[in-house]
């Protein structure tokens, strides 16, 4: 589900953005309680081990360990490495947004250019657009696990009326190594050209607009599928895992207050503190900053910020037929409007 | 209200920018006053029970937590983040402003390529246009508080002479789960092929040149809901909300003068002043940066810098009618121009 | 005026960029002296007065403030906004070049397009090119302080020819509280439609490629009049501002030369110098880099990086002429070329 | 072979990323553990010299050394230059992707234009998306090694049935100091403007759509073979090298433990470690980073990140035969939808 | 001439990117080894002038002022303002290439649409590919040095055929004080024209096709002018300069090993080295990133790096021949292919 917030802090005022910070659906906290809860246990078993279950020689051991630990938490750029990297994932994911495959460029032409009120005309109509949703549907089918669990198979997909019995039947007849998703972008055009041919469609410009449009929306699949088949590489998103992970490893021993002066003077250790504040400050930081990556690197998932592509579909069909049949040659009559002369 | 001051520093000069620093509206001050207020309130409480409210075992104990605090304000990287994050935001606002559909491509095609001066011919021009208009305020109704707050409902657009009563009933009966807000897109292709078969549009490529036109108006209607409904991933907008304010929360204590030497030894306690002058600078400097995102993250809102919708969609109207219907076939009588051999 | 300089550096070769320095006209020398002179002036100010007008107490009460000073340059993260933003305003730069408006596609098709040699020809050419010049300078009019003081009123236009007696009683006659710049946009379609009707266009599609061509005109007339309209958010500017004249502010005091070691114990006071050489390269820098955006913000003004707008102008109506009328149906006869076989 | 992972982390979860830490192929492990082998190696090499192999006197001096690499290790800004340079690589990477020409959209179009179901037709049909797979392969076949491998030579591609005897012998016999690869593009319009004289294609829109897609098929080659042509300029390659690489041979020295603490005083020589732990974590960073961008510069190699090439041709070949040829004029019979009325 | 190396590293395995550094050609060597040269000798300089030179009273003052040089070189940001220069400088690198005007698309139309094998057609397609060749040299010779040393003047141009002495008299005949360099465009379309009304153009879309490809020419070639016009801000360039000479003019003085311990103490002098290793390679690496910009921001020179304009001009005028004139109408019979049923 789509989280959206942005009416809320519509104006800058005071308290504005601090006022996100109590949600719960799509935040920091949801994302990443988990993480943190494990991270804390750690920290305290490490801290309940060091003070209680260890010798004094031990304990200074165990010290410099923390003291060696300390300083490496000071020499990772994870800032870094995140910043340039949460701007690569952010890119392709609204790139993803921006490629989804919308039909009502479609919609609109096929009222306007295919006629014939009779039942041939509606029935073509109607075929046009459901072609164009069929093929998203195929699209994400196989790129989104929230359109896999509902349409498993091409017989769910009869179920629900995208699909008719023959269409099934002439689909599952095509012989392709290839699979064959992309068929209904070529049943949209063949099914044009005869329009075409039938004198539905009163001009070859308007059959070359209607497939350019198809060519389109079949380009936009082809790059959802594109972004679902090359992942950000995979070395990046390990090399920016290790970098936080390592981190918050170090800091389990680092960030312990240490009892024995001597060893640890001349560094931070000021204020025996039983709750590390900070540190669960900058887990929030760089673990949240992380999940904002992990977040936004598969859009078309389950989670709160991802785009629902659910809802996006039966929109999509409910809006292609209400405007290429439903509405088709309605409209209002004309009359004159208040600033007339 | 649009801040616009670029005239001003049209030439680099000595003062240039600094000179902005005086101006209020849209300002920096304008926007964090009130959490400059509230920072500095807390700040002198502190500094009050601190002083005068502890005994001196307290106090060192204060202050020891106050040297805690003032490490974590070194180590919290919040300039990287706050770059990035504004960085994607300033994005995203340009994108929005680009996507405001004007319809003066429209207009200026309306009034080329269908003729009549005849009534009839005026009100399908008039019609024409007005539904791009209307279609771009239906966006806006729910998408920016202001354009709400004008036309909370479909009365108000009737009343504003933006849609005729005809009109209204139409829509009224269109039975859409998903809205009809993009109605008046189809309409307009509607009453573009009609226009066609009564021979006003002379040619199909002209039909199909204003349809093109209204799919890439109501294609920019639909990016601006898009921005609206897909917002900034809430976690990354919390994540640096956290940064900053944790770092200013650690400033409350951290920014302290500290009274007993011994504690505060090797750190920065120089000088016992009252004002925290330069913690009130980095105030400026960080919750600033973070107000620039704040105010742009929703820019079809309030703000002083937010766009002015208003304005624009009154425009819009006069402008299209204009180039539509009051000045078709009006132009100069062609002369001779001075440059005439 | 234009600083073009790149051929100068067409090799990488020794002594490239430095031999860059050298030069005056819009350099960083001539953007900033007057700051540095400011900075510098109040630097010897604040030492003479710390040296010699100041009891022994007082100087060392200085001393602290210094060293208060002297941190928070340390602490200013100036690089990085500026870093970010720099871009943002250098990107918008790009874009407004961009955005100029050059009527030589209009002029190749006006003379492609549109045939007839007889007078009337003659006349539709030169008023559509000058169309679109017109356009542009009542764009610029509004935007540019250069091209405004060049034109203050119509009357400047039509004493320069690029307005005829009869368009500007036209144009005067229009009421329109929106203005009335973009009207010769109007003409130039209603020309062209014209044009069309009398057959001197020959084809639909060749009206329509005038009327695209025109819109795309427009088009970036109106981009450039946004960015005009729409500032780079003003509390961005004045936190980058804030951010580099706090850093210098502190810089005044915190760069002095301590007098008494035991206060400066432990801090960068070695040399006691006279010339703050260092930091006049940190200004140089800071303030450069600042300058850049400056001059880079407003691009159509006075300064020695700004386009030249108003060669650009002259140019247009000089080639648009030549292009649409001039050289219309002249071309060099067809030979054989010296390849040929 | 892609690496595809995004399905697994569809959900932002907890143990999402460090999950994919244990993967094999296209991993940092598989990239880099021939450098880190190495490191290791020649870092306990000197850790053994060092301790058994030197007296005293050359042990002080090798530590002085030591402490010298280590300040180097920290002034070194490898993290800035490294961002840089990997998005501007990254940037390349993603263009190269979407550059790469598929025939889809020739294929759909050639199949609703070129009409014919006769054996003429066909072969038109077939050859026409031919031409435009021939075109492809020829450009790959001097930007990628995969693809040179699997056809070195022209015959190959004769055998593969990519090419007709025919159009082996016409190739040949082309006499162009500038190589032949673009002749198929040449082909492919010649034989849409023969399809169009006999009426085939039935409207010189059609052509000159084909044509346009044809054109825009050849730029795409045109920008692999740009990308092949122009690489990231040298220099830039060689000072990020250079800065990972001298970062790491100063740690070679600078990580290692002192043993003489006289020497090592001040410095973080805490924890007499055998493992560089942390060391082995910042070198599977940076070095890591950089192997991100020696896998993305070259998109079209046999790295466990390239893309498929192979896989892609066969595909392009199948599917623009299926639709050009198996296809045309087959689609499903127009049936009422399940939500007819 | 440009270095191509992207093959070589299309496997990201051991030793990829180091091995580029044994490269001449195109390397950071060969564009900075003067730099490297007078700045060691500089620093040699100064050593021996301190060391054997100086008295010891003086040798103190110069190490107070080599620990002031010290420290200033840690305050200077230059890789940021380094990172952000060379993004920009390489992203207008990108955008030239990109807008190298190659007339391929010309020709490949020319040759499709301009029909006639008579020598009038053959005259007339040998023109227009000419006159898009003549219009990319026009504005090479103006940008960029290698052209306008190959061909000084225009009749430079005529000898080597690109020109004939019929149009060379007619271009000189044109009275324009914006000179004429774009004069070949309208040739272009005033020939395009007259083919069209001899009936060898067919169609009238096909002549707006010709057209609007030359106008995109034109605007590449107009785009490339724009480059070299409007350079990357002078001051920009001046402030990155400013930033790394200064650097190692502190350099100079800052890395030299201080021979008395009492005023080098808790600064790092721990090894007196002769060969300053380590300021070796960073001036490798600020130098070099330097360098990057320096051989990127005017890529039409005669660097090791900038694109060939030499061999792309020969490459354009045969292939534009080539596919213009000489394949005009000669293609491969049409033959089964092997997949063939």
Redesign the interface.
Known sequence: M??????E??????W???K??I?WK???YR?MY??MT?FLALFYLIMTIYRWGLSEEYQKQLE??A???R??T????I??????Y???V?GRWWQQ?MNIP?P??IA??V??YVSGADE?GR??R??LV?YANLLAIFTFQSTS?VIKRRFPTIDHLLE??LL????K???EN?H???GTW??P???F?????IARKEGRI????????L??E??NF??QC?MIW??????V???????????V??FFM?CLFGRQYLLHADVAKGT?N??D?YVPI?TV??F??YV???????????P??????D?ELNWIID?NV??S???AD???????????????D
Chains 1, 2, 3, 4, 5 share one sequence.
């Open positions: 789509t989280v959206t917030y942005t009416l802090v519509s104006r800058a005022r005071f504005g953005f601090p996100l910070l949600r799509g935040s920091i994302l988990l993480e494990s410099k360990v003291l060696y630990c300083e490496f000071l020499t990772i750029p800032t870094f490495v995140m910043g340039f949460v701007t690569f952010a947004y919308w009502d460029r609109l032409q009222s306007a041939r029935l073509m109607r075929a459901r696990t629900a009326g008719t019995e023959e269409e039947r002439t689909i095509i392709s190594p290839q992309f068929v972008a070529h049943w055009c063949q099914l044009a050209t009163h001009d070859d410009l308007h059959l070359k607009s497939i350019d198809m060519c079949r380009g082809g594109s972004y679902d088949w090359i992942s590489p995979l070395v990046y998103t390990q090399v920016v895992t290790i970098a992970y390592s170090a931070d000021i204020l503190y900070f400050f900058q929030c930081f949240g900053w992380l999940k904002v990556a992990e977040s936004m690197i598969c078309f998932g389950e989670d709160d910020d785009f929109r409910q809006v037929y209400l405007l439903t509405l088709h040659l309605k409209h209002p009559r004309l009359t004159r409007d208040l600033f007339w």
